[in-house]
């Protein structure tokens, strides 16, 4: 079970590290040039950038504080006599566990940058309407 606990919050510490450097590099060059150039109205390129970027961060700081937390309760727990065979077993265990985890948090990752994104948008459409003073025009008499 130590060595389980010991690898999954390895394997889970690498994953996170690939979600929070996805959502660091998920600000591509041109992304940062749309940003640096004063427009009116929005673009939906930058806000789905920028909805990826906040997502994975998010998703990656998770795992990496449940990596931590499963780091501390082993560092925590008694130490058993080790049995190679059984290490092998937790390792490979550990690793498809993580996999599954991970791989399943790749998934909601992009539903929830997609939802951001969405959100994001509405948000932006409601900020140029209040801007420019685009609202439905009214029936004058």
């Known amino acids: 079970m130590r060595t389980f606990i010991q690898f999954t919050s390895l394997f889970l510490t690498l994953g996170s590290a690939g979600?929070?450097?996805r959502g660091s590099l998920a600000l591509t060059p041109k992304a940062i040039?749309?940003?640096a150039?004063?427009?009116?109205g929005y673009h939906l390129e930058v806000i789905a950038n920028l909805a990826q970027q906040r997502v994975d961060t998010a998703v990656?700081?998770?795992?990496?504080?449940?990596?931590?937390?499963?780091?501390?309760?082993?560092?925590?727990?008694?130490?058993?006599?080790s049995n190679s065979g059984a290490r092998t077993g937790?390792?490979?265990a550990a690793l498809?566990?993580?996999?599954?985890?991970?791989?399943?948090a790749w998934f909601v990752a992009n539903a929830w940058t997609i939802r951001t994104a969405r959100i994001a948008t509405t948000i932006a459409k409601e900020i140029v309407g209040e801007t420019t003073g685009d609202k439905a025009p009214s029936k004058q008499q």
């Not at 150039?37 to 009116?40: A, E, G, S, T, Y």
């Not at 990656?60 to 309760?73: C, K």
């Not at 498809?96 to 991970?102: E, I, S």
């Open 33 to 35: 040039a749309q940003l």
């Open 96 to 104: 498809a566990t993580c996999a599954v985890l991970l791989g399943g």
């Open 19 to 21: 979600f929070v450097a």
């Open 60 to 81: 990656g700081v998770f795992f990496l504080l449940i990596a931590f937390a499963l780091q501390m309760w082993g560092v925590f727990r008694t130490m058993p006599d």
């Open 90 to 92: 937790a390792i490979l």
């Open 37 to 40: 150039v004063p427009r009116w």
